[in-house]
C-alpha cells in the first residue's frame, strides 16, 4: 500500500465522518491490543485477521493505516499515555509528601496500570521489541520520555534538600531498565512477590540512589 485510502465525508447514522474514523481507529486499536497482546501476537496477525476482529472491512482497515506496523506503533503509544495519565494525577496529589512517600505513590500507579491487564505489559515490554528500526526509535524516545519524567521528580528531590545534588541521568537510566525488567519478568510469574513488594523493592533502589547510606557513595 503506498498511502491509506481517502476516508468517506460527511454525516451518516448521525455521526460526522471525524466521529466514525475515530470510532473506527479505536475498534482497530482494541482488536490489536487483543491479538498483539496476546495470541497470536503481532508477527502472527495479518490485517484480514485484525479487521475481522474488529468487525470492521480491510478498505476500512487502509483508511486509517498503512500497516500493521503503523497499528503496533498507535497502540504502544497509547498504552504508555495511559500509565503516564496515572501517574501525573498521582504525582499532582502528593507533591509536597516526603521523597519515600512519594515515590512510592508514583511507582505504585505506574505498576498498578501497566500490570492491570496483562496484554499492555506485552505490547510495552515484548511485542514493540525489534520490530524494525522506526519502532526502535519510537521505543527508546518513549522511554526516553519516563526517564525524564523521573529526572524532573529528582531535580524536585535535590531542590528540596533530599537528595545530594548531581547529574542522575545515567542512574535513572539504569533504574528505568531495572523497572521495565522486573515488572515484565513479575508478569510472567518469574518473580515470586506481590506487586506491591516488587514497587517497594523499586523505590528502595530509587532512594539508594538518591540517598546512599554511605555518603562515599554519593559521587562528586
Keep these: 500500500m503506498a498511502g491509506r485510502l481517502k476516508a468517506p465525508t460527511g454525516r451518516y447514522g448521525g455521526k460526522s465522518a471525524e466521529e466514525r474514523q475515530a470510532e473506527r481507529r479505536r475498534r482497530f486499536l482494541d482488536a ?23 468487525g470492521l472491512s480491510t478498505r476500512q482497515f487502509y483508511e486509517e493505516f498503512r500497516s500493521l506496523e503503523d497499528v503496533l506503533a498507535a497502540l504502544h503509544l497509547q498504552v504508555n499515555g495511559w500509565s503516564q495519565e496515572a501517574v501525573l494525577a498521582v504525582a499532582a496529589d502528593v507533591v509536597d509528601r516526603p521523597l519515600a512517600e512519594r515515590a512510592t505513590a508514583i511507582f505504585r500507579a505506574y505498576a498498578a496500570n501497566v500490570t492491570a491487564d ?53 542512574a535513572v537510566t539504569a533504574f528505568i531498565g531495572s523497572v521495565n525488567g522486573l515488572l515484565h519478568d513479575w508478569s510472567a510469574g518469574w518473580v515470586d512477590a506481590t506487586l506491591d513488594e516488587v514497587v517497594d523493592e523499586l523505590v528502595r533502589l530509587l532512594l539508594g540512589i538518591l540517598q546512599p547510606a554511605d555518603p562515599r557513595m554519593a559521587g562528586p
Design 118 to 170: 496483562p496484554r499492555r505489559i506485552r505490547i510495552t515490554f515484548v511485542e514493540i521489541v525489534g520490530v524494525s528500526p522506526r519502532l526502535e526509535e519510537q521505543r527508546l524516545a518513549r522511554r526516553a520520555q519516563w526517564i525524564d519524567l523521573v529526572c524532573a521528580e529528582v531535580a524536585a528531590a535535590v531542590a528540596r534538600g533530599e537528595a545530594a545534588p548531581r547529574d542522575y541521568r545515567l
Design 32 to 54: 490489536a491490543l487483543q491479538l498483539f497482546g496476546d495470541s497470536p501476537g503481532y508477527r502472527g496477525t495479518t490485517v484480514v485477521a485484525l479487521s475481522e476482529a474488529a
